[in-house]
């Protein structure tokens, strides 16, 4: 079965089977980042931001976003870019654009599809229930993540994660990563009205993932979590 016939078959909403990334690689383990241009000097942006500016990211939940921005300054030691950051609201479903890009300096947001662990939703509905940190769990964690280095591996291209947090502190040695896959394409929402599953990863589309790796390089913040 090939794999378009594959994603639309409802059992290939089951645990996700991951897929590697369509764009050819040409170099191997571990890839360079990205080259980003810099607004700012790293870790010149203050971590309480104007509540001015704040108000502009309204595709956020107010309460996440203060919780994020909280954490931003409660790990400012180990954050050394702080200028963009990325929040994921479990509170909403697979089918939502819940990954949210944020650029502090000038206030700008976007956001995308992301897709949440198995373990996380066992009956597939679609909604994030539980989070562990635990190995084998298959379920995502919520707390903070510095983005690290990259690398290909089973998923294809991908990114290191270290959990910053109790609640994600195994992130690294779970091998919780951001990577593409082809259950997190926007195409099933069409079709299934939800995305498919990780293993606890962020997995977002195939053709999103340089977006993804351009704007948060290394060493920038992920807060996954509810209001």
């Not at 890009?101 to 662990?117: I, Q, S």
Request: charged residues 25%.
């Amino acid at each position: 079965m090939n794999r378009r016939a594959m994603m639309l078959a409802g059992a290939a909403l089951a645990v996700g089977a991951c897929a590697r990334s369509s764009t050819p690689l040409q170099s191997i383990s571990p890839l360079k980042a990205p080259q980003i241009p810099q607004r700012s000097l790293a870790g010149s942006v203050p971590a309480t931001v104007r509540s001015s500016s704040a108000k502009t990211f309204s595709s956020v939940d107010p309460g996440l976003l203060r919780k994020a921005l909280a954490s931003l300054e409660r790990h400012g030691d180990r954050i050394r870019s702080r200028d963009r950051i990325a929040i994921v609201d479990f509170d909403a479903p697979s089918a939502d654009m819940r990954m949210h890009f944020l650029d502090v300096a000038d206030g700008k947001a976007t956001r995308l599809l992301v897709a949440h662990g198995s373990g996380s939703d066992p009956r597939h509905t679609g909604f994030a229930e539980r989070f562990s940190n635990d190995f084998g769990s298959n379920a995502s964690s919520e707390g903070a993540f510095l983005t690290d280095d990259y690398y290909v591996g089973r998923h294809g291209r991908s990114q290191r994660l270290v959990g910053l947090d109790v609640t994600n502190n195994n992130a690294l040695e779970r091998a919780v990563v951001v990577h593409s896959a082809w259950y997190a394409n926007d195409d099933m929402i069409k079709a299934h009205g939800k995305l498919g599953r990780s293993q606890g990863c962020f997995a977002v589309g195939e053709n999103k993932l340089d977006d993804v790796f351009s704007f948060l390089g290394k060493g920038r913040m992920i807060f996954a979590g509810r209001a």
